[in-house]
């Protein structure tokens, strides 16, 4: 059995270092980084798509800030770390320490002590659980009127002449619009480089505006997502489309007591008394005489949550929901944000290993090209080996393909799909079996699975693209037979078919932290505050908002 | 012709102003007395049996009656064009809902009762058939009518509303940004025949990169310009995306924005709610159309109408009073009749092919042609050069979706682009030809003739013909734009609808040059692929040209007709004036004594009451620069 997989690309990048010796260039350390941490989740959109917005509900914190002009700018990474702490990386490769301080917003911010144009990046630590698993990186909008913006993002998730620094992304559209596809394709097509993954999804953002903030607002949403879904243009770009008000999402997360009792008092109000104040934001923030909540109150509520939002929220409060954590569980979920974690989760970070593997080996196969070195040709081929190896790839790819021009499977096309973890990544997933369900079945099922596909890929009927699938099946199966002999011991919940246990301890720590990244529960506020972390700075907001 | 102007000055014409500026509805004060005028005019001509001077007659009313104001609404998808619409006009005829967006352009009129039909091409002509209101949303919207795959040219919606009934009229229009290139042009073509564009923007996010690009294109081909920011019930911090995008505006030029919601107007009007009303935000931008397009389309009106009533008037005294002055004195008629001959002559030329503006027009028009061609063709070639490139860096298989994409918005982008020059062009060339028409008629002086004491009156110049008053362009453009409005947008999308059909990129590209790059591929099957990639595209790109070249060339020659129409009927107008004052001077040289005494007193009590007129007729109101060019 060979090592497995990360082990194989370690080797790979120690066998490029030493070939480089003293003149390594600097990507060979950011590959090694991108090796020993999470996936890299990238989330790009059009300008005022509610990026930084979903990335706040994501991490459970109001991280990033969200103004009503155009607020992210710079590309900026948040990694998992124990203190809070903000740094931006110039051009030139300096980094420098900012303090952090919160703005009167709400969100945190800190001031660039450079101009814009001089920032290759920002880089932000924070103790959030949800960053244990993947790295987040929020992007700059598309299609912003800001000249520099849009370069930055398109340069830094696709860039001409390199592979994307990113191994999957979110992309955020509110509607179709030629800059969003154009975007996805230039994204794919450096992505692919000659495999042609797609490891993007689509979110239709702000869902609750689609329906003008009416109660049934979402339930719009989803059939607006359901069409884009069949677009011809979308399906091959991204691996489905899923709806999500992200506000909604975010104020959910991140809810204080003293806004449930606000939302609260507001569900208590006689009917007519609600929707006066409901006809418009200006309407709930001015009125007065009808309730007892203050303008600044009234105000802050609006911005949290919009006019869906609130309605939402007091119409739940009013149908029994008894507290603060039961309202955040229930108003995440209708947000969206659940199905769209779980797909992330399955699909994306089910498949870390492979999906880091492709992309750093993409970078690597680019850095030999752009410098050429001695030996390097066997280190090449070297790379494709372990590129052949990575059949999560090969699974995305189907499972694109699937949705695009089916496979030509007819009957079988459904268990292909499952198989390949369109259903999920774990093994009982791809079988079709429950969480439970005991190894030796686990095993007979896959053999059965295995003797039955063997014998279909000899049918003469197989077209082409049959062929193709029945290879990709069949690899599948044959490496999580490997895995589960090798092994011989209880399927794990959450990993890659290809190799065994690649993150080690992590691993033990994933299906934990799987339920952390979703954690319910309001926020009462504590570690919030700066003065905490001893980073308060006194100086006024001034260029650069953030997390 | 028409009726007498309606109602007397009394207090109830007061609350009927009031009225009208709470609504946006009715014509001016002034309007309804020249109508009066007008008559009396058309009755004298038509007893003179100049039915030519009738007909100009009436089309001033026509014009006086509903200067017909088109107002194009543009924007994004789902940004809320339609519900402003519908709000504007109280009532559900622009389909709207969450998803489904608009198909195809809607016109929104005035009209007694509520009525409805669709405009369609049918072979060269253009049909109109009548459909129940209630069915509009089936034939304009995707859901109905999807990527307009009836092949409509428009829908047409009838309301009786108030504020429709000055002329106004409400376009609403796909929205632009989507992934087909030729609804953007088809909404620049109906920009350019518009008197006003409004671009609808929502309040959840400041303008994007696409919505400026829109706005500088409306505003070069467009004199008047406003921005909507819609939605403001929705989005409580819509007074700072308000802030930004006045910021952004004011690098672009004087666009003025007025921020609204639809839902609140419409439910002020459901539930009579005046405070509803104004937080709606729409008095103001009620207002602005009131006063800034419907006045302004108002007043250009009422200066044509002015400036013909009174070059009419001029052309029929003149037959008179030469009359009256050969019978008065008959020792002078030979050198009248001589000065009369001479004018005429002049004027013969002055109609003629041959004359300075009517050449001018013609080659410049030709020249205008050629220079389009060229330029068309030039950035279309930049185009496929490109794309060849693009072709010969990589494989064209796996990447035809992108080429195809890409081209398709680099040729919408330099057809765009060779449109609005056009049309910047074409509007100088037709001040350029109003300028030649002035110089040149006023080498032809209307005849100083005797007035009834003997003394001769001063030459007597057209009112409002003095050169730097602009006045005979800016109603010459008017004109023009007014007649080949219609016509050329039904022309434009006729020629659209056709380029639509032809769409090699897409029908042939997955057939002839394959999607998947095979990896053990011999060098000559990719060469191949690049040979057949690069064929597609020529054809295409040739295919493009020639179509679009086509339409930009019907549309240059309508400009020319309508010129010529427009300035020929003028010299006709003179011509004949002239010829009839001759004839008319002969004739009394010739009369004999007992005739003289009974015409003469009819020819005195004609030319008084022509006095009147000329008397009644309001000075002229002032222009200003914004109505005439564009910038």
Redesign the interface.
């Known amino acids: 059995m060979s090592v497995p997989v990360e082990v194989a690309v370690r080797d790979l990048l120690d066998t490029a270092r030493a070939l480089y010796g003293g003149d390594a260039p600097a990507q060979l350390d950011d590959l090694e980084r991108r090796l020993a941490e999470p996936l890299r989740l990238a989330i790009a959109g059009?300008?005022?798509a509610g990026k930084s917005t979903l990335l706040n509900a994501i991490v459970g914190e109001r991280v990033a800030a969200t103004?009503?002009?155009?607020c992210t700018r710079l590309v900026t990474w948040y990694r998992h770390a124990t203190t809070r702490s903000v740094s931006v990386v110039a051009r030139d490769g300096t980094s420098t320490r900012l303090p952090i301080h919160r703005a009167a917003a709400g969100h945190f911010a800190f001031d660039l002590n450079l101009p814009v144009d001089d920032v290759d990046r920002v880089e932000v630590g924070w103790p959030a659980p949800a960053l244990k698993r993947v790295v987040l990186i929020d992007t700059p909008g598309i299609?912003?009127?800001s000249p520099g913006t849009?370069a930055r993002a398109t340069g830094f998730l696709a860039p001409d002449e390199a592979a994307p620094a990113a191994d999957a992304i979110i992309y955020l559209l509110r509607?179709?619009?030629?800059?969003d596809?154009?975007f996805l394709?230039?994204f794919r097509?450096t992505a692919a480089g000659?495999s042609?993954t797609v490891n993007a999804i689509a979110v239709l953002s702000?869902a609750d505006?689609?329906?003008?903030?009416r109660i049934d607002?979402l339930l719009?949403?989803s059939?607006?997502a359901r069409?884009y879904e069949l677009d011809e243009?979308l399906r091959?770009l991204a691996l489905g489309v899923f709806p999500v008000a992200g506000l909604l999402a975010e104020g959910a997360r991140t809810m204080r007591q003293n806004e449930f009792e606000g939302l609260r008092e507001l569900a208590g109000l006689a009917r007519e008394d609600r929707e006066a104040l409901l006809?418009?934001?200006?309407?709930?923030?001015r009125l007065t005489g009808i309730t007892t909540l203050g303008t600044d109150e009234r105000?802050a509520l609006?911005?949290r949550f919009?006019?869906f939002g609130v309605r939402l929220a007091a119409s739940l409060i009013r149908a029994g929901v008894p507290d603060a954590p039961a309202l955040t569980s229930e108003m995440t979920r209708q947000s969206g944000l659940d199905d769209l974690v779980e797909f992330v989760d399955g699909q994306f970070i089910g498949r870390t290993v492979a999906l880091k593997a492709h992309g750093i080996l993409e970078v690597l196969r680019v850095l030999l090209d752009q410098h050429p070195v001695d030996g390097a040709s066997e280190l090449e081929e070297g790379i494709e080996r372990v590129s052949l190896r990575l059949s999560d790839v090969d699974e995305l790819t189907l499972l694109s393909r699937a949705r695009i021009e089916g496979l030509g499977l007819g009957a079988r096309e459904d268990e292909a799909i499952r198989i390949v973890g369109g259903h999920g990544v774990a093994v009982h997933d791809r079988l079709g079996m429950d969480a439970g369900a005991e190894p030796i079945r686990l095993r007979q099922r896959l053999v059965e699975r295995l003797d039955g596909w063997r014998a279909a890929s000899h049918d003469p009927a197989n077209d082409r693209r049959a062929v193709e699938a029945h290879e990709v099946v069949i690899r599948t199966l044959e490496e999580l037979h490997e895995g589960l002999r090798a092994r011989g011991e209880e399927s794990r919940s959450v990993t890659s078919p290809a190799g065994g246990s690649e993150l080690g301890p992590a691993d033990t720590d994933d299906r934990a932290a799987a339920d952390v990244m979703l954690s319910r529960g309001p926020r009462d506020g504590a570690g919030e505050d700066a003065h905490e972390h001893g980073e308060q700075s006194q100086a006024h907001l001034r260029g650069h908002q953030l997390p | 012709m028409g009726k007498t102007a309606e109602g007397t000055r009394s207090d109830s014409a007061l609350t009927r102003r009031q009225r009208r500026e709470l609504d946006g509805s009715g014509a001016a004060g002034p309007a309804e007395d020249l109508l009066r005028l007008v008559d009396d005019l058309a009755a004298m001509a038509q007893d003179t049996k100049r039915d030519d001077l009738v007909q100009r007659l009436g089309t001033a009313v026509e014009r006086l009656r509903s200067p017909n104001t088109r107002v194009v609404v543009v924007g994004?998808?789902?940004q809320g064009k339609s519900k402003l619409i519908n709000a504007l006009v109280n009532a559900p005829v622009c389909p709207i809902d969450?998803?489904i967006a608009t198909s195809v352009p809607t016109i929104v009129g005035f009209g007694p009762r509520p009525a409805a039909s669709i405009v369609a091409r049918s072979g060269d002509e253009i049909e109109r058939h009548e459909i129940p209101i209630d069915e509009l949303a089936q034939y304009v919207s995707e859901s109905g009518n999807p990527g307009n795959s009836r092949h409509l040219l428009a829908g047409e919606a009838q309301l009786p509303r108030a504020i429709l009934q000055g002329g106004l009229q409400l376009v609403d229009t796909p929205g632009v940004?989507?992934?087909e290139s030729q609804s953007a042009l088809t909404t620049l073509s109906s920009l350019s025949t518009a008197s006003a564009v409004i671009m609808v923007s929502d309040a959840?996010?400041?303008?994007?990169?696409?919505e400026?690009q829109l706005l500088r294109h409306a505003m070069r081909v467009s004199p008047n310009v406003a921005t909507v920011l819609a939605?403001?019930?929705?989005?409580?911090?819509?007074q700072?995306?308000q802030d930004?995008d006045r910021r952004?505006l004011r690098e672009i030029g004087e666009v003025p924005l007025f921020a609204v919601?639809s839902?609140?107007r419409l439910?002020a009007a459901q539930e009579q709610d005046r405070e509803?009303n104004d937080?709606s935000g729409f008095p103001a931008l009620v207002a602005h159309l009131r006063r800034e397009i419907v006045g302004r389309a108002e007043l250009i009106a009422v200066r044509s109408a002015v400036h013909d009533l009174g070059f009419v008037v001029a052309q029929m005294e003149l037959a008179a009073r030469s009359e009256l002055s050969a019978l008065l004195n008959p020792e002078d008629s030979a050198r009248l009749l001589a000065e009369l001959d001479r004018a005429k002559a002049r004027s013969e030329e002055f109609k003629s092919r041959s004359s300075k503006w009517n050449v001018r027009l013609g080659d410049g028009i030709t020249d205008l042609i050629a220079d389009m061609e060229h330029d068309l063709r030039d950035r279309l070639r930049r185009v496929q050069r490109e794309a060849e490139q693009a072709i010969d860096e990589g494989d064209p298989g796996?990447?035809w979706?992108?080429i195809s994409?890409?081209l398709d918005?680099r040729i919408a982008s330099a057809v765009s682009e060779t449109f609005i020059w056009t049309e910047e062009r074409s509007h100088w060339l037709v001040e350029e030809v109003a300028e030649l028409f002035l110089a040149e008629e006023v080498e032809i002086p209307l005849i100083a003739v005797g007035n009834t004491d003997g003394v001769l009156d001063q030459v007597q110049r057209l009112p409002g013909f003095e050169p730097g008053h602009l006045s005979a362009g800016e109603k010459i453009y008017i004109g023009v734009r007014g007649s080949y409005g219609g016509v050329l947008m039904a022309g434009l999308a006729t020629g659209l609808i056709g380029l639509s059909l032809i769409n090699p990129l897409s029908l042939l590209a997955g057939v002839l040059v394959g999607r998947r790059a095979y990896?053990e591929d011999a060098a000559n099957r990719l060469n191949r692929r690049r040979f057949e990639a690069k064929n597609i595209v020529r054809r295409h790109v040739d295919e493009v040209t020639f179509q679009v070249a086509k339409v930009l060339r019907d549309r240059l020659r309508v400009v020319q007709r309508t010129g010529r129409d427009h300035f020929g009927a003028i010299a006709d107008e003179m011509h004949r004036s002239l010829a009839e004052a001759t004839l008319a001077a002969k004739q009394g040289a010739g009369a004999r004594q007992e005739d003289d005494k009974k015409r003469i007193a009819w020819l005195r009590g004609h030319i008084q009451q022509l006095e009147r007129v000329k008397a009644e007729l309001p000075a002229l109101p002032p222009a200003t620069a914004k109505d005439v060019v564009v910038r």
Request: aromatic share 6%; net charge negative.
């Open positions: 059009i300008v005022k103004d009503a002009g155009e299609a912003s009127l849009t509607r179709l619009h030629p800059a596809m154009r394709a230039a097509d000659s042609r702000r505006e689609i329906g003008s903030g607002s719009s949403a059939k607006v069409r243009h091959a006809v418009s934001a200006d309407r709930f923030v105000r609006m911005s919009g006019i | 994004e998808f789902k969450d998803d940004g989507g992934t959840s996010q400041e303008f994007t990169e696409p400026v939605k403001t019930d929705l989005y409580s911090q819509w700072d995306v930004i952004h919601s839902n609140l439910r509803l937080e796996p990447i979706d992108q994409q890409w918005e990896r």
